[in-house]
C-alpha cells in the first residue's frame, strides 16, 4: 500500500512538473512571436518610411551593436512630425534628440547616407511649410509656393535619383 501510494505520489509531481514545464515552453513561445512580430514591424517600417530609417541609421552610428525591434522601437505614426523612439529597451543610455541630430549630421557628411531619397528628405522643406504653401497658393498668393518649388528642385537635381537604387542601404 506504501508502495503504491509512493508510486501516485511520484507520478503526480512528474504530471505537475511536465506541466509546469510546457507551461514555461508555451510562454517562450508567445514572447519569441511577440518578438518576431516587432522585429518584422520594424523592419517594414525602415524599409518603407525614408525618416525612420535614418533615425535607425543614426541610432546604429551611436550603438552599433543595437537591433530595431529588439533594443529599441521607432514609431511614425504622424505624417506631419518625424518618427521617434517609442521604446529604449537597452541597458545602455538612450541618445537625447540632439545626439541623434548630430549622428545623422555625420554620417550624411561621411556619405554613409548614399541613397538620394535619404539625403533629399533630409533637407526638403518641411511638410507643415509645404502645405502651408500650398494654401497661400490655392488662395492667390503662390511667391512661397514657388519659393518651395524652386528649393526642392534645387535638392533634387543635388541629389538626383540614380538608376537601380531600391531605397535599402
Not at 508567445?30 to 523592419?43: F, K
Not at 541609421?57 to 552599433?64: E, W
Not at 554620417?107 to 500650398?134: F, K, M, T, V
Amino acid at each position: 500500500m506504501i508502495i503504491e501510494d509512493w508510486i501516485l505520489a511520484t507520478l503526480i509531481i512528474m504530471f505537475i512538473l511536465a506541466c509546469g514545464w510546457l507551461y514555461v515552453i508555451w510562454q517562450n513561445t508567445q514572447r519569441s512571436e511577440r518578438q518576431i512580430r516587432q522585429v518584422v514591424s520594424q523592419q517594414t517600417l525602415i524599409g518603407t518610411d525614408i525618416s525612420a530609417r535614418s533615425l535607425c541609421h543614426a541610432v546604429h552610428y551611436l550603438h552599433p551593436s543595437m537591433h530595431a525591434g529588439v533594443d529599441f522601437v521607432i514609431k511614425h505614426d504622424d505624417p506631419g512630425k518625424p518618427p521617434y523612439i517609442a521604446e529604449w529597451n537597452s541597458t545602455q543610455e538612450k541618445p537625447t534628440a540632439e545626439q541623434l541630430r548630430a549622428a545623422l549630421t555625420k554620417i550624411s557628411e561621411h556619405g554613409l547616407l548614399e541613397n538620394y531619397a535619404i539625403r533629399r528628405q533630409a533637407e526638403y522643406p518641411s511638410i507643415g511649410d509645404q502645405l502651408d504653401a500650398a494654401f497661400k497658393a490655392r488662395h492667390g498668393d503662390k511667391t512661397e509656393q514657388m519659393e518651395q518649388d524652386r528649393r526642392i528642385q534645387e535638392i533634387k537635381d543635388r541629389y538626383p535619383k540614380t538608376s537601380g537604387e531600391c531605397g535599402e542601404m
